[in-house]
């Protein structure tokens, strides 16, 4: 029998792509056994009438040993 942990991380990129990887990034920097990443919220910051960067709310999932 496996255990599962989940954990949530925001983390922030130039694209939803760039911003998802910095999140899974960070978690594999203090844990192994990542699995899967829920991506729960996505928003757009906006300057000057554009968007500059994203931010994603996520929930990665890993194995616990």
């Known amino acids: 029998m ?3 942990k989940v954990i949530e991380i925001l983390s922030e990129g130039k694209t ?4 998802v990887n910095a999140a ?3 978690a594999a920097s203090t ?3 990542v699995k ?3 991506i ?3 928003q757009a910051i906006v300057e000057e009438s554009k968007v500059v960067k994203y931010r994603v709310n ?3 999932t890993f194995i616990v040993d």
Request: charged share 30%; net charge negative; aromatic share 4%.
């Open 2 to 4: 496996s255990v599962a």
């Open 16 to 19: 939803i792509e760039e911003a």
């Open 24 to 26: 899974v990034k960070e």
């Open 31 to 33: 844990v192994r056994n």
């Open 36 to 38: 899967n990443v829920y």
């Open 40 to 42: 729960e919220n996505i």
């Open 58 to 60: 996520t929930k990665i």
